[in-house]
């Protein structure tokens, strides 16, 4: 099983820039991926970006491509999304989430959570 935690948030200007990162404790699944959600207060959880766990392939939701990176380190067995040009839209609480097998954008595709991390952008 893997266990996963959030860092990296905070509060941000209006396009300013910050990095998130989840570490995983245990094995991530090699044939999974790794990917982050948001969520804003009163408003439904939003697929934000994923990576395949082997072959490093990406996928971005459409709000945040162009602006926001995933990425992977394994020896540090954390995955990073760099955002850039940040909106105060881009508000949110940000989890970080494993997958099993696949990849995509559903929720019911990954199977652990992280507790969460606050990302706030000022106007």
């Known amino acids: 099983q893997v266990q996963l935690v959030e860092s990296g948030g905070g509060l941000v200007q209006t396009g300013g820039s910050l990095r998130l990162s989840c570490t995983a404790s245990g094995r991530i699944f090699s044939s999974g991926a790794m990917g982050w959600f948001r969520q804003a207060p009163g408003k439904a959880r939003e697929f934000v970006a994923a990576i395949g766990w082997s072959d490093g392939i990406t996928l971005y939701g459409d709000s945040v491509r162009g602006r926001f990176s995933i990425s992977r380190d394994y020896a540090k067995n954390t995955v990073y999304l760099q955002m850039n040009s940040l909106k105060p839209e881009d508000t949110a609480v940000y989890y970080c989430?494993?997958?099993?097998?696949?990849?995509?954008?559903?929720?019911?595709?990954?199977?652990?959570w992280g507790q969460g991390t606050q990302v706030s952008i000022s106007s």
């Open positions: 989430a494993a997958a099993r097998g696949g990849w995509g954008s559903m929720e019911t595709l990954y199977d652990t």
